[in-house]
């Protein structure tokens, strides 16, 4: 109901009113009267619930609207809040790794300086090598050339059965001469004669046999 429809029904209604005054009227009449003031009373009501139904039904449904949008914006934000908890972890994992890798960094540049370190005192102090003696002494060297001797002379006299020994003069060094006395009709025996002749000269070129003792088993063999 707008105001000018109320401003209608007020002057109707003292229209009314003003006509009765000063006239007598019968109850009939004054009843109609009354019941055309009502009737317009009711019409006009009736036309505001319209209304009022009609912005009642767009209330609800801009209600019903506003209600659809906030539900939409809290899960929107809902959503943001889980992304935002994400990259605050996110956050927090890189700021880990990074102190991981810095503290990494400040381990290999100790363990560097360190080595670096180790380097120059190395290059500092100069090694000292034990002196090592080149020559060994001519006693053990004569020794040993007897020993390798005696080692031969034996071998010789165990593979050839008819091998004899000839006892020379022991030299001043303490080796045995050893002279095997073999058949010249043998191939084998020719072989060893040959292998002992060699070993003399070995033996003579180094000074450990005597000269006149190696013509003389050379004379011997040919025999």
């Known amino acids: 109901m707008t105001m000018s429809d109320t401003s209608k029904l007020i002057k109707e209604s003292r229209r009314i009113v003003d006509a009765s005054n000063g006239v007598n009227l019968n109850s009939g009449t004054l009843l109609n009267m009354i019941l055309e003031i009502v009737t317009g009373i009711d019409s006009t009501m009736r036309r505001m619930e319209t209304n009022m139904e009609k912005r009642l039904d767009d209330l609800k449904q801009d209600f019903l609207t506003v209600s659809a949008r906030v539900r939409t914006l809290e899960n929107q934000a809902s959503d943001f809040i889980k992304k935002l908890s994400h990259c605050e972890t996110s956050c927090q994992g890189v700021s880990n790794l ?83 006395l073999l058949a010249k009709d043998s191939d084998r025996d020719r072989l060893l004669v040959h292998r002992t002749q060699m070993l003399h000269r070995i033996l003579a070129d180094r000074g450990m046999v005597q000269e006149d003792n190696l013509k003389r088993n050379q004379t011997v063999m040919k025999f």
């Open 98 to 180: 990074f102190d991981q890798v810095t503290g990494q960094v400040k381990t290999n540049r100790r363990n560097i300086n360190n080595h670096g370190t180790r380097n120059k005192k190395l290059e500092e102090n100069t090694i000292v090598q034990p002196s090592v003696p080149t020559v060994i002494e001519s006693k053990e060297i004569e020794s040993l050339k007897a020993a390798i001797l005696d080692l031969q002379c034996r071998r010789l006299e165990k593979s050839i059965p008819a091998f004899r020994q000839q006892t020379m003069t022991r030299a001043q060094k303490g080796l045995i001469l050893v002279i095997p």
